[in-house]
């Protein structure tokens, strides 16, 4: 029964973001917000909702005395291999991807710098309220510091589900009411899982919510390279990966004290560089990532996911 709720719980979720993104997408189109405005906010944080509710949902259990640390940190960190190893190898085996250099050194390198902060406030075990603060100050400070350098920039958007008016509105409260339920569906399954096969929560939500928290990104990229646009495929999973580094453990931290596995401190956030390193100079030194270097990220997270299973 459990494994039923995990698997509604994240179809919850990426319905309920599908609904938000569809319905702010269209009430900002109605509002005559900027494309930039739409790309920077409603499409990186709005495919990102899953893993910031299962954030918010686990670190508000910790204040009741129920240590869901091994969700926040598990999807965060799962979401992130997921997207940049699973989605982003996909994405280049369906089409060439390609983004250009100076978008590579500013974000990649945000990236790097985003991936070595979280080490280093999880390396004691432990992220605190002022360690969560820092994560969440960090990213805000890049979102300010793109927003300047971005004025006047647009960005291309998918496909809305609704055009505007009173429907959107409801399909926009509909969808943030999915996530919100399936954010505690979700977490509650995974606790009850990992106490009845005595394994570590951290696990279950890294090989499983964080794939399932990255299907948003999934269909955003998929939907770009059809409609031959791999920038915007490919800057959303980068963009999607500084967010998911930063903003949950900090929301989850800044509610009630994470504390870390030495596995994912030792383990799974060095893979996260070193899988980065890999695939930003795969694009630096190719002009572009095509179908023989996205089979070599895919063969990447698929040894991970095996180390991973062996744990069970």
Known sequence: MDFVLLTTGLIGLWLGTELTIGGALAIARRLRLSDFFV??????IGSDLPEIAVATDAGLKGLTGIDASGVVVGSSVGSVIAQIGFVLGIG???SRLSLPRDFIYRHGAVLLVATVLLFVVCLDGTVTRGEGLLLIVSYTVYVIALMRDSVGATTEEPDALAHGGLRSWILLLIGLATVIMGSEVTVNSVISIARRLEISEALIAVLVIGIGTSLPELSISISAIL???THMSVGNIVGSNILDTLLPIGIAAVISTVTIESQTRF???PFIFALTVVVLGLFLARRGV??????LILSMYGLYVAVKLLQF
């Open 39 to 44: 790309g920077l906010v409603i499409l990186s």
């Open 290 to 295: 095509r179908r023989p270097q996205g089979v």
């Open 267 to 269: 383990f799974d956030i």
């Open 92 to 94: 280049a085996v369906i």
């Open 227 to 229: 409609k031959r646009k």
